[in-house]
């Protein structure tokens, strides 16, 4: 079990929820927390946690925390620089990254050379740079344990499984989201309060948004390989509307195994904390006799061509897979302002992936630079949308 953990995003969705396990689990303290503005919502967090160090995204939200809190004896920084040193905290040995987007590359690297435990909720990390983050992973001796549910439960299918040339294929579950068997004349028109009504998990907008147009399971797809060094045509997509079965392993004699549970992130949370340890946790356990049927269908890939663009991407890989990435945060937050519709994130995504140019084994800076153009080449696009 960890001593000491600094919270990447705490003010977050995974970040409180974080520090609701925290608060149950007796020996750990929060020796860093980062947010971006939510100056009450982090004084909050400060008071009960009494951080060594707390981390605004600017100037001015960092100065209006520090006004506040004066009488604890917490550090206050801003910006990358203090994202960076949040990361690489000395008195910290985990790092739980749960800020969303490329903005947690930078800090995820920095705890990785740092030698910290990664409890890794940024999928942009290894959708991004994958191959890159866990090269460095294994050279400063960094753990990295998955806190998404669906690559928790792939992590815990495979404790034990030393020899990947066992493991036939591993299947993420997906619930759907929220227009699940909806024709495509239907979803032309859907909206974005249509789009944040998910039907299981309480997330932020953009994940949410990812959800809806099945993105966000094709970033986990990109994730997986990452993470358990496999190729694409080894890591499959099933719809499970139930959320029981957070996700399987299909093995070469043909077992299956499967990790079942309530679907609350605080398991996976706790796991990335408590490992190699099981402890008691404040959840709800499941209850068998109570589940509803369990049932599992193969993707709408048609009404959904984000899942199956971003596969394309997983296969290509190099500069493919950070461009989609940014493109599809850029075209989602165009979605959230209602500048444009839901399948123009499909097409505007699809366009900068084929503008950016490709490069097969980027560096990091070339990795950056696909993420600024394909952001760019979204913007320029949806001038024609307004």
């Known amino acids: 079990m960890v001593k000491c953990v600094s919270i990447l995003g705490s003010t977050g969705s995974i970040g409180r929820q974080t520090l609701d396990v925290v608060s149950h689990l007796p020996g750990i303290r929060v ?134 040339r066992e493991v036939k294929r591993l299947l993420l579950t997906c619930s759907g989201g929220p227009f699940f068997g909806m024709p495509r004349e239907t979803l032309k028109n859907v909206t974005k309060a249509d789009a944040l009504r998910h039907p299981t998990w309480k997330m932020g907008p953009k994940i949410t948004v990812d959800c809806a147009t099945l993105m966000n399971k094709g970033l986990e797809v990109i994730e997986a390989m990452r993470l358990y060094r496999l190729p694409a045509q080894k890591v499959d997509v099933l719809i499970h509307r139930q959320s029981i079965v957070h996700s399987l392993v299909e093995f070469t004699d043909g077992a299956v195994m499967a990790q079942l549970g309530v679907p ?20 709800e356990p499941l209850d068998l006799t109570a589940c509803p049927p369990l049932t599992f269908q193969k993707p709408d890939t048609e009404n959904f061509p984000c899942l199956a663009l971003a596969r394309g991407c997983a296969v290509a890989g190099g500069t493919a897979c950070p461009a989609m990435n940014g493109a599809n945060e850029e075209a ?15 097409r505007l995504v699809a366009g900068a992936v084929d503008r950016v140019p490709f490069v097969k084994e980027p560096t990091l800076e070339q990795i950056l630079d696909a993420d600024r153009q394909a952001r760019a080449a979204v913007t320029e696009s949806a001038r024609r949308f307004a």
Do not use: W
């Open 31 to 164: 020796g860093a927390l980062t947010a971006g503005k939510s100056v009450d919502r982090m004084e909050a967090q400060c008071r009960v946690f009494l951080p060594e160090l707390a981390v605004m995204a600017t100037p001015e939200a960092a100065q209006a925390l520090e006004d506040r809190i004066r009488d604890l004896p917490t550090r206050v920084a801003y910006g990358e620089a203090g994202l960076m040193e949040a990361a690489a905290l000395a008195s910290a040995d985990c790092v739980i990254t749960a800020v969303v987007g490329m903005v947690g590359l930078k800090p995820t690297l920095a705890a990785i050379r740092a030698g910290k435990r990664i409890g890794l909720a940024n999928k942009e990390t290894l959708v991004c740079a994958g191959e890159l983050v866990m090269a460095e992973a294994e050279k400063y001796g960094a753990e990295i344990i998955p806190v998404d549910s669906e690559h928790s439960a792939i992590f815990q299918c495979l404790m034990g499984c030393t020899d990947r």
């Open 264 to 283: 609350d992130m605080r398991l996976p949370i706790q796991l990335a904390l408590t490992y190699p340890m099981r402890t008691s946790c404040p959840v």
């Open 332 to 346: 989602v937050g165009l979605f959230l302002e209602d500048r444009i519709g839901f399948y123009d994130i499909y």
